[in-house]
């Protein structure tokens, strides 16, 4: 058939790529993952690429384009970030370009050679596709000296994004409207969790728990806090890949979502969750017409700004039963250099630059650094001496690397989707006739059957 | 170099044509055919939108669809659209009709029935989701016609939601219908009704032996359009709703399942069928239409 003659053929020029661009930037492990791409012999691991350092800053030029997602900032903040960048490569020129709908809109360039010279990675790009559209940053082992939150983005070995930031996950809540419904200690299992919601609707004027339905994204947050109800790092690449019974009574992702229908049905949730806003929300929680929204650290500088007293905006550990809290850290999007990029060295350099030194992920970023040893932000040190523990998910066992997405697609299912969470409110507040156990059966089903099949395929 | 004005009136004229009819046809084939050539292929491959490499697997997304009921499922929320097409048709002939007489300020009325068509569909549905909040304008204009009782949560209610949209939905085609009616219908000669005026006809008169026979053909392509249009709803509910509780199309779904799940191949199978079933709804129209005759 023609078409496995075209397949080859950019297969081949692939690698024809891969070989000169990996010649031309000392680029060792270019060569090396195109190499393993196309199905050629793989030859010796190489060793990881090295940032510039000291004169050799000054060998580095030529122009490059920074694609990023904060359209709001893209005209300030990241002017005085080139401008900072400069002081050390000066004769590197930096160009920004912002997307509005970043995820989609990328996706579409990313089908040409034309998608800048610095991006992010899309989180809808199947993990081992990396390889076709972005350059090696080096082998995982060798960065994660440096690095944490490397293993989302790594394909056999070789990585190929640094995260811009490393987000926790958990409620955000009013500290006012808390105190105002006389609930003094933080909630931490299922049960002080349904009774503080239940006392914000009887003793205050807001809404217990906003679940922004309308927009949907949102929803989606709730799944980041799977680890915390299992209680285990290791759930989510591993145990969840391992099991047929992902959605039954007792696992992690039943007892998860069955604080969102408990809520829902109980009356605890906006009136009319079909036309939320999101925009308003924020100004809502911080000034306390809402107690609580389930979401990531990273909208906690969002809310803050709105609120008449930021202090009043606090940070919890999603609840739990099981016997020691764990909050997941995970990756913002990561950032990476095109494979199609002319000017390689430039464009590593500005990520290096971006997540060493420009201050980006703790401060826009609003999370942690991914950096090693980096100070913790503020809202966090509260927790400092308490059983509460901070840590990333392990990744997945070799050879299973992806899996989760895989199943989770074949099955539709969509855990980092809006649809299955917008049923189970629907159920809830009387608008479906199923029950909240119907639903969880169906999603079960549909993950046994994908699992089957992606376990033989495999 | 040879001269235009060298060549026979013929071969200029050819000449003329051809390059003249070049960049449409282009633009065509580009936007148009190949997609349409593309998506075809597509649909037999299980190509994730994004990989390298396509996997051909023949028939198996065509397998899949025909297998799982609830791909189909769907087009239960299509019927809501296809009966406020009627709705929409009888507003539009009613306002075309009545317009197309002497009235004051006619010029004025017809742009304000021909407004929604020009805004953009997202700007619509944004404006329709606050139109339908629960403290939003709609609720708001009955609370202050003492019609409080009326109010409800448009888009909470599974039996209202469905009919809320489809009411958007007229408002931002009926336009359309509208203008092309008011152009059949001007193209009548004044004279035939002043003749008919002369033999006693009263409007109702007019409209029934006069309008209706006159444009019959219009009122046929309209139907067309709009039962297609009704096939393949998407921008309204997908804006809005995004096609939860309980009111997502075909077409949402199709996008749901390219985007969301990235499984391009068996999306494009799923606008295959779709254009499969407006293909051969229309024909069935036209067959029945002229039967009737």
Redesign the interface.
């Known amino acids: 058939?023609k078409?496995t003659k075209a397949?080859t053929g950019?297969?081949a020029l692939?690698l024809m790529a891969g070989l000169f661009s990996g010649c031309a930037s000392d680029n060792n492990n270019a060569t090396n993952a195109a190499a393993t791409k196309a199905g050629g012999n793989t030859g010796t691991a190489a060793e990881a690429t090295a940032a510039p350092e000291g004169d050799a800053a000054k060998d580095i030029k030529g122009d490059i384009t920074v694609i990023t997602q904060r359209t709001d900032i893209v005209d300030t903040v990241f002017k005085d970030y080139a401008a900072k960048f400069n002081e050390k490569y000066p004769d590197v020129k930096v160009n920004f370009e912002a997307l509005s709908n970043y995820e989609?809109q990328i996706?579409i360039r990313?089908?040409t050679s034309d998608y800048g010279d610095v991006l992010l990675l899309p989180t809808?790009?199947?993990i081992k596709?990396l390889p076709?559209?972005f350059e090696p940053l080096g082998k995982k082992s060798d960065l994660e000296q440096q690095y944490t939150g490397l293993e989302e983005r790594t394909v056999d070995g070789i990585s190929y994004g640094i995260p811009i930031t490393v987000n926790f996950s958990g409620v955000i809540y009013n500290k006012q409207v808390f105190k105002d419904a006389g609930v003094t200690e933080v909630p931490r299992t299922f049960d002080q969790f349904s009774a503080a919601l239940k006392s914000i609707k009887e003793k205050t004027d807001a809404v217990p728990l906003y679940t922004n339905?309308?927009a949907?994204w949102t929803l989606t947050q709730w799944e980041a806090d799977l680890a915390t109800v299992a209680g285990d790092r290791e759930y989510v690449n591993i145990g969840q890949v391992a099991s047929d019974d992902n959605f039954v009574p007792g696992q992690p992702h039943y007892e998860l979502y069955k604080v969102m229908y408990d809520a829902a049905k109980d009356g605890l949730i906006e009136?009319?969750?079909?036309?939320t806003d999101w925009e308003s929300s924020k100004a809502d929680l911080a000034n306390g017409k809402i107690g609580t929204m389930m979401l990531g650290s990273w909208a906690i500088g969002q809310i803050k700004g709105l609120a008449a007293n930021p202090d009043d905006v606090g940070f919890m550990p999603f609840p739990t039963n099981a016997g020691k809290i764990l909050v997941p850290l995970s990756d913002d999007y990561n950032l990476g250099v095109s494979i199609h990029s002319k000017n390689k060295e430039a464009a590593r350099a500005w990520v290096d630059w971006f997540i060493n030194e420009s201050g980006y992920p703790t401060t826009e970023g609003g999370g942690m650094s991914p950096v090693k040893g980096a100070e913790l932000p503020e809202i966090l040190k509260q927790f400092a001496g308490t059983d509460i523990t901070f840590d990333t998910l392990a990744p997945a066992k070799a050879g299973e690397e992806g899996w989760v997405d895989a199943i989770d697609?074949e099955a539709?299912i969509?855990l980092w989707?809006?649809?299955f969470k917008?049923v189970i409110i629907?159920a809830a507040?009387g608008?479906?006739k199923q029950s909240y156990d119907d639903i969880m059966k169906e999603l079960n089903d549909k993950w046994k059957t994908a699992r089957a099949k992606i376990v033989t395929a495999k | 170099m040879p001269k235009l004005s060298n060549m026979s009136y013929k071969n200029q004229r050819i000449l003329i044509i051809f390059l003249f009819s070049l960049v449409p046809v282009v633009l065509l084939l580009t936007f148009s055919y190949l997609p349409v050539f593309k998506m075809f292929q597509y649909s037999f491959t299980s190509w994730?939108?994004?990989?390298?490499?396509?996997e051909?697997i023949g028939f198996d997304n065509y397998k899949t669809i025909f297998t799982k009921p609830e791909y189909f499922a769907v087009f239960k929320v299509s019927l809501y659209y296809f009966f406020a097409t009627f709705v929409q048709m009888g507003l539009a002939l009613y306002f075309a009709t009545i317009l197309s007489f002497n009235v004051r300020m006619k010029n004025w009325f017809k742009g304000i029935l021909f407004f929604p068509t020009l805004l953009n569909g997202v700007a619509i549905g944004f404006i329709f989701?606050f139109f339908?909040?629960?403290e939003?304008t709609l609720n708001t204009i009955l609370d202050l016609l003492g019609l409080g009782v009326l109010q409800q949560?448009w888009?909470?209610?599974?039996q209202l939601?469905n009919i809320s949209l489809a009411f958007a939905s007229v408002w931002r085609y009926m336009g359309m219908n509208f203008i092309i009616f008011l152009g059949a219908i001007s193209s009548i000669g004044s004279d035939i009704y002043e003749a008919s005026e002369i033999d006693g006809a009263n409007r109702w008169h007019q409209f029934r032996h006069i309008i209706i026979p006159s444009i019959k053909r219009i009122l046929q392509l309209n139907l067309i359009l709009a039962v297609s249009g009704a096939i393949g709803v998407f921008e309204i509910p997908y804006v809005m709703?995004?096609g939860?509780?309980?009111s997502g199309t075909f077409v949402i779904q199709t996008v749901?399942?390219a985007?969301?799940?990235?499984?391009l191949g068996l999306a494009s199978a799923m606008a295959v069928i779709l254009l499969g079933i407006v293909v051969l709804v229309t024909i069935l129209q036209r067959i029945l239409i002229k039967e009737e005759k």
């Open positions: 058939m078409k397949v950019l297969a692939t989609d996706k990313m089908s809808s790009v199947a596709d076709d559209f339905y309308a949907g009136e009319d969750p079909t036309t697609k539709e969509g989707q809006p649809d917008k629907e507040i608008n479906r | 994730n939108g994004l990989s390298k490499n396509m051909y989701l339908f909040k629960p939003g949560k888009l909470l209610n599974p939601i709703t995004g939860s509780n309980g749901d399942v985007f969301k799940y990235s499984k």
